[in-house]
């Protein structure tokens, strides 16, 4: 066997294998820098997008305890069909007739400044009204449950939140 003596290029080599595992480690850390900061932005787009679900849940279950049109500035809200609605507050399901296909029902929109594209649409559809009738023997009244369907977006952000609830109204 010949003896090795010179060992002049090793430092170099080991001089290039920790660069390597350095950048190496850099470039990891990097990337779980910028990934979490894309997580983190993605979660306040969706907590605001719950939050103008969460706000359209609020308006409607107003809406359905007072019996009347929400209580907001007419330019910001749409009902789709006046009498529909009104329908759907107010009798079962099995008497909506052509309004079971009257989607949605309220179209909300939070966040809208004169005509600036940058707001949330919240749609709301009572998708179910079921009537309790009143019990005679414990003299409870009528209760109504209502099944409702939020739908928030933001088309610039891209960003969209639904809640499904039931909601349970004693008259």
């Not at 990891?28 to 907590?47: E, N, R």
């Not at 007419?74 to 007739?97: A, H, L, M, V």
């Amino acid at each position: 066997m010949k003896d090795l003596k010179n060992q002049k290029g090793i430092a170099l080599i080991v001089a290039i294998l920790l660069s390597f595992m350095a950048l190496t480690l850099i470039s990891a850390l990097m990337w779980l820098v910028i990934s979490g900061t894309k997580m983190s932005g993605m979660y306040k787009q969706y907590a605001s997008a719950h939050d103008a679900a969460i706000g359209g849940a609020e308006v409607i279950i107003d809406t359905l305890y007072w019996g009347q049109n929400p209580s907001l500035p007419d330019n910001s809200y749409n009902i789709n069909d006046q009498t529909c609605f009104r329908t759907k507050r107010e009798n079962p399901i099995q008497y909506w007739g052509k309004c079971l296909e009257s989607n949605p029902d309220l179209v909300i929109h939070f966040g809208k400044i004169n005509a600036s594209s940058d707001y949330y649409t919240v749609n709301v559809t009572i998708t179910s009204t079921t009537i309790a009738p009143p019990c005679a023997a414990s003299s409870s009244p009528a209760k109504y449950y209502y099944s409702v369907s939020v739908d928030a977006t933001n088309s610039t952000k891209l960003d969209k939140s639904g809640l499904d609830f039931v909601y349970a109204l004693g008259q």
